[in-house]
């Protein structure tokens, strides 16, 4: 499978916020959206066991890129890391599904949608072991008050995740977030990767 890099470190939003975790960042996005570098970093083609034989700890997180343009390598990557008793994660845009034979085996799926991308929220909002981040700022893709306070009440509240976009570590716009988080009464995400510096 072609792989990105794998590494040992907190998770810094989300559901899984503060929890140590080995990520697994898998290589291609479909997606092209402003101020997003992943998909730059360099790539290698690894074999799932290999990929496999690098998790450390309890958690795994896969992430990307777009892990689902990977779907087959990363069916038999969750059933091989399910067999050593490992508690899976994994990021994804949504634009792709997941069969539910895999997503059962997914402790936590966090779906982060991006606004115009024609995702599957009628899919995804049925799940019960998915979260869906929204993510909002200034970029084409990110979503604006108005459009969340529009869609926020159909969805079920303690599953739904909003977080300010931003790679600085004062986190401009983030007390915004935490506003309108707390007015709709559903989750604020921190970037806490990004308050420390980390990865």
């Known amino acids: 499978m072609r792989l990105a890099e794998v590494f040992y470190s907190i998770q810094g939003e989300g559901p899984a916020m503060g929890r140590p975790a080995t990520f697994i960042r898998l290589a291609g996005c479909n997606l092209s959206c402003a101020g997003c570098d992943t998909d730059l970093k360099p790539w290698q083609d690894l074999a799932i066991p290999e990929v496999q034989s690098k998790v450390t700890g309890s958690r795994v997180i896969i992430t990307g890129g777009e892990p689902t343009l990977q779907m087959s390598e990363l069916a038999e990557l969750i059933r091989l890391l399910c067999l050593d008793g490992k508690e899976i994660h994994i990021e994804s845009n949504g634009t792709n599904l997941i069969p539910e ?89 921190d970037r806490l990767h990004i308050r420390m510096m980390k990865r």
């Open 101 to 189: 034979e895999v997503l059962k085996n997914i402790r936590c799926v966090v779906i982060s949608p991006k606004r115009g991308s024609g995702f599957h929220l009628d899919f995804w909002s049925g799940k019960r072991n998915v979260h869906l981040k929204f993510v909002m700022g200034s970029a084409p893709w990110c979503w604006t008050s108005e459009q969340l306070e529009k869609l926020v009440p159909t969805l079920a509240r303690d599953r739904v995740w909003l977080m300010a976009y931003g790679a600085e570590q004062d986190m401009a716009g983030a007390a915004n977030v935490w506003d309108l988080a707390l007015r709709l009464g559903v989750n604020y995400s």
